[in-house]
């Protein structure tokens, strides 16, 4: 199935995840210019009458990108949305989108068909992002336009499943958009998930590592030098399991191969769930694709590094298959 129309200027096809914490409109700008889609958490606008000013500032700064560079437009942009309980500002948050018309809505953890109502009312498009065939079933069921499938290995809140079963489900019953999230973090990558069915790759943890993410250098200089060993899968920190660098759970003065469980009730999306550390803030988020990442730059050169990769990855495709 096409991409809708609102997808039809990238560079690449793939989608910045959202990041909590590290996504602000330095980064959403970047990556928009540069091709991609970029995207934020509603929650990392801090207080809830900033996100009104992020949209603006995106909204404006990519119209007038639009304007000077008409031989290369930017890419939409999309803002994130926490679903679950514990997100006391959701309604807020849709009003501020409604005013600026967000082209992408990523909706996570929780699948409501008002909410998918709401976007739609003012022309937006709805992924919702899942980790296995049964939460796929009922985002679409509720409404949704597309799919995030989070499969094993993606940074932050991800799945237990490989991307090949993942996908192999989906595609079964689903022909709409499909964003492909696990361990993506080169141009190889990206076209290995759309030869398994995938429309985009949905990228995160190697735009921690530029030059215009709000996380401090550390975690920058922890991306550069970890690779998928440094990984571990806990649910100690906010309920949900997710994957987090070693070196940050060391460094909270815990044992990262001997972790509790972790308690959802206790979700807030920065005090823990079970835990003293701070998700995010100091149990640092990242996937298994993070060994690709080489050094610390722009947003815009990372989507050249991309798109080079991606490039080359075809014409070696075309050579092994006589195409």
């Given amino acids: 199935m096409p991409l809708p ?3 039809g200027h990238l560079r690449l096809p793939v989608i910045g995840s959202p990041l909590f914490i590290i996504s602000g409109p330095d980064l959403v700008i970047a990556q928009c210019k540069a091709g991609i889609v970029g995207s934020f958490p509603a929650l990392n606008a801090r207080p809830q009458s900033l996100l009104d000013e992020w949209l603006h500032r995106i909204t404006e700064e990519l119209a007038a990108h639009d304007r000077d560079h008409p031989e290369a437009p930017s890419a939409p942009y999309a803002v994130n949305h926490i679903v679950h309980r514990s997100n006391d500002r959701l309604e807020a948050d849709l009003h501020s989108c409604a005013k600026w018309k ?16 709401a976007a739609h009312s003012w022309g937006g498009f709805v992924f919702h992002d899942i980790i296995n065939n049964r939460f796929a079933r009922k985002a679409i069921e509720k409404g949704a336009d597309g799919l995030v499938a989070v499969a094993a290995g993606a940074g932050g809140h991800a799945g237990r499943l490989s991307p090949f079963a993942l996908m192999q489900e989906i595609r079964e019953w689903f022909d709409g958009p499909v964003a492909l999230s696990g361990a993506i973090a080169c141009g190889r990558s990206i076209l290995a998930a759309q030869a398994m069915g995938a429309d985009l790759a949905y990228i995160g943890s190697p735009w921690i590592a530029s030059v215009e993410a709000n996380a401090p250098e550390p975690y920058k200089q922890a991306i550069v030098d970890s690779g998928a060993d440094d990984i571990v899968y806990s649910s100690l920190f906010t309920g949900v399991h997710g994957n987090y660098l070693r070196p940050s759970i060391i460094a909270a003065g815990m044992d990262p191969d001997n972790l509790p469980e972790g308690d959802l009730s206790a979700m807030d999306f920065g005090s823990g769930g079970g835990s003293k550390a701070k998700a995010w803030k100091d149990i640092w988020g990242a996937g298994q694709g993070i060994g690709a990442v080489k050094a610390v730059t722009p947003a815009a050169e990372q989507v050249a590094r991309l798109a080079a990769e991606y490039a080359e990855a075809k014409r070696e495709l075309a050579v092994l298959t006589g195409t």
């Fill in 5 to 7: 129309a609102v997808l």
């Fill in 102 to 117: 967000v082209p992408l809505v990523i909706n996570s953890l929780g699948a409501r068909e008002e909410l998918n109502q």
